[in-house]
C-alpha cells in the first residue's frame, strides 16, 4: 500500500474535505490538500504514516498561484519521503503554521516567507531570517525586482 | 646656577651636577635616580631579552617540532630573530585606545602586568650569593607579585569596555586567587624545612647531592615533598595562565580575552609577562623543590669542588628552570583547556585538601625527624 | 580527576523555567545562582566575527556571568540567494554555485543538485561516473569530518591535534585536486556524470592515502579522544536526543550520534551505494551519554573508517566504461517535471526539490542545507550551559555558514 492510500484512510472521512487531488504515479508522488487543513493533514502524516521529520518546506511561485511544499520523511522504519502541496492565490498567499507540530517548521517557514512572501500563519517568530529586516520584497518571487541601491551600497553592478 | 666644572672630578658627576642643577635637586640625589635608571636598563636588558627571545622563541619552535612543523625559520639563523622583528612589528604598530576605553587604566594596566611579572625575578638567586635581592620573605613577595599582576588584568578588562575582556578578567581573578591557596600553602612545605622564607637560604638548606634536595629530601620527606611539588607545579600553571588553564585568553571561547582590545606594544606589554611568569615560576619551583642552583651530585655543596662557583650554579639553574619551562610548553601543545567549573573543581576539591594535608605531614615531619 | 565523566543528562532542557538555579551538564550539578545575591544579565554578542562560530555566524547571548540563559542564533550574513542564481543560470551554468554553498564538502553539495535533476529529466548515469562520483564524495566526506573533528578539538584548546588532521585532509586536496582542479571547489560532477576520468597512478595514491589515514587514527585517538580533559570537556555536554533531533530535523552525524540509524546511502542508496559494503556506525558510543558533544564527535571519527571502506571498494571494483553520458550537451536543459531527492552530505541530508517548465533555465531549485536546520536546535539546546559548552555545542554540530546563509 503506498503512503498515499495510507495517508487517505487515516484522514477518513474527512478526507474529502482536506485533499483536493492525489498524484500517485511517476517520481514524485505528492497529496495537493486545502491550505487551511494543512495541519490537520500533517498531523494525520506523523501519527499514522510515521512521517516523524519534517524534512524541508519549499515555496514555489507559478506566477498565477504559489505553492508550499512540504516534505516528510519516515526515519525509523521504511524511509522514504512523503510530499504534501498546498496552493495559495499569489494576491494573499497564507497557510496556517506547522511551527507548532513540528520545531524544523520554525525556520524553514520563516525562510519562505522571507524569500516568497508566503505569510504563516500563527508561527511564533514571523519575521525575516535571511535578509535585512528592513529589506523590500520577496527575491524568490519571479516578478522580483531587485533594488538598486540598499543603505548607500550599489547593488546594480 | 651652575655648579664650577672641576677637571678632577669624575664625568659622571658632571652629568649629576648639570643634571641636579637642570632639576634643582641636590646632585646626590639625581647619581643615584641615574644610577637605578641605568641599572634598570641593564636588568631589562638581561632579562627581559633572553625572555623574549629564549622562551618565545623556545615555545614557538616547539610548537612547530610537536605540531609537524618547523616553527620559525626566516629571520637570522635557525630564526633566531624572529621575535626581534616580531618585536618590531609590534612597536610599530598603531596604538589604538577605542573610544569607549577608560583610557588612563587602559593605559596603566599593561605596565602593572609587565612590572609585577618582571620583578619577580629580583629575588631569585641565580647562583651562590646571585639573588640580585636577597629579600627574607623573598618567597611571600614572590606570591604577592602574582596577585599585584592580577590587579593590573583587571583594570585591562575593565577599562577595555568589552565584555568579553570581562568575562575574560573576572575569570583570571577567580583563577588566580583560587590557585594562590594551594600555591602559597605547598610553599610554606619547604620553608618549614628550611626555617627560612629567602630563597637564598632555601637553596642552601639544600646543598648536596640529590637526595639533599626537597623533593626527594633524605627518602622519607618525599612522601610530602613529591606531592608538594606536583600541587606547586599545577598551581603554578594556573597562576600562569598557561594550558590547560588558559581560561583568561581561551581564543576559541572569549577571543582573547582580558586583551582582546589591546593592539601594538601594548599587547606585547601583556604578551612578554606571561613568559616571564612562565620563567620565575618554574625557577621557584626548581629552588623551592629541585635544589635551586646545586647540582645533583653535590659538587656545589660544602667541600665540592665546584663550592660557590658562579657559572656552575648559573648552569644548573637554568637547566632545572628550563626543564621546567618546557614542561609547561609541552602541556600547551598537548592538553586541550579545561572548563571554569572544573578549573575551580580542581582547585578547591583536589589540590587544597592535598596542600593542606602535606603542610600538616610536613610540620609532623619536621617535629618527628628533623 | 578520573572518575569525573558524567552518565546524567542534565543539559537540553527545553523548559525555561527550570532555567533558574541552573543545573550544569556534568556530573557537579552546581547551583550557580544563589538567591540571596543580585545578579545582572549580561547580552553578549557573540560572532560574526569569533573564532568559534566556524564563519559569520552570529549568536545573541543572555548570560549570567559564565550560564547561558538563553541564546538567539541570527543568521543571514552570508546570503547569496543561491536559489534565485540558479534559476537565472542555465543548467551547466548553474552547477559551480551550489560549491558554493557547503565550502567544505563542496562534491556532496554538487551530488545533491544533480541527482534530483537528472530524477526530474530521467537522466541515465553510466555505471562508471557513479563509481567516481562515490569515490569523490567519500573522499570529501573523509576531508570535512577531519575538519569538522580537528576543529572541534580547537574549540576544546587543543591545537595539535588539529593540525595533525590537516596534514591528512591536505594530502586528500591534493588527491582531488589532480583529479578535479580544484582545492576546495570543483564542479566535477555533472549533469549524466563527471568530467574527469581517474588514472590508475591516482588509484595507487588514492589507496595508499587510505591507508595513512587509517593509520594516523590511533594518534588522534590518543591526542584528543581519549584525553581526560577533553572527556570531561564533551561528554554529557550539550545532549541532543533522538526526538529532539526529529523534531528539528537535524541530520547526519548528529542524529547518528543520537543513536538513530538513518543515513541516505543505506536507506535510500543514490549512485550505486548499494554496491558497497559498509556499516551505520550509531551512538552511544564508548564513552558519556548518547548524543552529548564527545558522541558527536566520535560518530564523524567512525564514519571516517566506514568512507575509507567505501573508497577502496569503489577504486577495486571499478566498472569500465563512459564517464559522461554523451547526450547531455552544453546547451541541454531538463523536460517538464520535478523532483525531490536527498542524499548524504557530510554534515547532514542535502536535497533538492527541483521544478522544470522545460525552459533553458531550472524553474525552481529549492536546497535543502543541513546545516540550517542543524543549527536551529542551538536556541533549544544552549540554556543553561556554560560559555565553554557552547563552543562544545557549535563545535561539534558542526555547521557551514555558506551552507545556512546559502
Known sequence: MSWIAAFTEALGDAAENVIEEAHDEGNHPFVRVRAESIVEAARALRDKCGAEMLHQISGVDYAEHMEVIYHFTRVTRDPGFLCLKVSVPRDNPVVPTLAHEWRAANWTERETWDLLGIRFDGHPHHYRILLAEDWVGHPLRKDYEPPTEYHGIDCTQ | MLAVVDHATPLSAHIANWLAAFVGLEPIWVFHAVGALVVATGVLALVVTPVGLGGVYLERKLAGRIQNRRGPNRVGPYGLLQ?????????????????????????????????????????????????????????????????????????????????????????????????????????????????????????????????????????????VMVPAFLVFYVSGLAAAKRAPFDLPEAESELIAGFHTEYSGMRFGMFFLPEYALMLSISAVTSVLFLGGYHDPLGMSAEGGSMHGVWWWGLIWFFSKTTILFLSQLILRWTLPRLRIDQVMYLCYKVLLPIAMACLVATAFLRLFFS | ?????????????????????????????????????????????????????????????????????????????????????????????????????????????????????????????????????????????????????????????????????????????????????????????????????????????????????????????????????????????????????????????????????????KDMPYSSYEDFDFEVPVGPFEKGVVGDSWNRYRQRLMEIHESLKIIRQAIEGLPEGETQQKKISRAWKSPPGEAYVASEAPRGEISCYFVSDGGKFPYRCRMRGPSFQNIAVLELCSRGLLIGDLIALLGSIDITLGEVDR
Open chain 2, 83 to 223: 621575535t626581534l622583528a616580531d618585536g618590531v612589528k609590534l612597536l610599530s604598530k598603531e596604538d589604538i585606545i577605542h573610544r569607549g576605553a577608560d583610557a588612563p587604566l587602559f593605559r596603566l594596566a599593561p605596565y602593572i602586568v609587565f612590572l609585577s611579572a618582571f620583578a619577580g625575578f629580583v629575588v631569585l638567586p641565580f647562583w651562590p650569593g646571585g639573588a640580585p635581592a636577597n629579600l627574607d620573605v623573598g618567597i611571600f613577595y614572590f606570591l604577592a607579585l602574582i596577585g599585584l599582576e592580577t590587579i593590573g588584568i583587571v583594570m585591562a578588562g575593565w577599562s577595555s569596555n568589552n565584555k568579553w575582556s570581562l568575562l575574560g578578567s573576572m575569570r583570571e581573578v577567580a583563577q588566580v586567587i583560587s590557585y594562590e591557596l594551594p600555591l602559597g600553602i605547598v610553599a610554606m612545605c619547604p620553608v618549614i624545612v628550611a626555617g627560612t622564607m629567602s630563597l637564598s637560604g632555601i637553596t642552601e638548606v639544600q646543598a648536596g647531592p640529590i637526595w639533599k634536595w626537597f623533593v626527594f629530601r633524605d627518602g622519607i620527606w618525599a612522601i
Open chain 3, 1 to 265: 580527576m578520573s572518575n569525573t565523566v558524567s552518565e546524567t543528562p542534565a543539559a537540553a532542557n527545553p523548559n525555561p523555567s527550570q532555567i533558574q538555579g541552573v543545573k550544569l551538564s556534568g556530573e557537579r550539578a552546581v547551583p550557580v545562582i544563589p538567591r540571596d545575591i543580585q545578579t545582572d544579565e549580561l547580552v553578549f554578542n557573540m560572532g560574526p566575527q569569533h573564532p568559534s562560530t566556524h564563519g559569520v555566524l552570529r549568536v545573541v547571548l543572555r548570560t549570567d556571568g559564565e550560564v547561558v540563559l538563553e541564546a538567539q542564533p541570527l543568521i543571514g550574513n552570508l546570503h547569496r540567494s543561491c536559489e534565485k542564481i540558479l534559476e537565472n543560470l542555465t543548467y551547466v551554468q548553474g552547477l559551480p554555485y551550489v560549491d558554493r554553498m557547503d565550502y567544505l564538502g563542496a562534491l556532496n553539495m554538487e551530488l545533491g543538485l544533480v541527482l534530483s535533476v537528472e530524477e526530474a529529466g530521467g537522466v541515465e548515469v553510466p555505471k562508471r561516473a557513479q563509481y567516481l562520483r562515490v569515490i569523490m564524495c567519500e573522499l570529501n566526506r573523509v576531508i570535512s569530518h577531519l575538519f569538522a573533528s580537528g576543529q572541534f578539538g580547537l574549540d576544546m584548546g587543543a591545537f595539535t591535534p588539529f593540525l595533525y588532521m590537516f596534514r591528512e585532509r591536505e594530502e586528500g586536496l591534493k588527491l582531488l585536486n589532480m583529479v578535479t582542479g580544484g582545492r576546495l571547489l570543483y564542479h566535477y560532477i555533472r549533469y549524466g556524470g563527471v568530467t574527469r576520468d581517474i588514472t590508475p597512478e591516482w588509484a595507487k595514491l588514492c589507496l595508499a592515502w587510505c591507508d595513512r589515514v587509517l593509520a594516523h587514527m590511533p594518534e588522534y585517538d590518543n591526542l584528543l579522544t581519549w584525553n581526560n580533559i577533553f572527556l570531561n570537556r564533551s561528554c554529557g555536554v550539550a545532549i541532543l536526543d533522538a526526538s529532539t533531533c526529529m523534531d528539528f530535523a537535524v541530520t547526519g552525524p548528529c542524529l547518528r550520534a543520537a543513536g538513530v540509524k538513518r543515513d541516505l546511502r
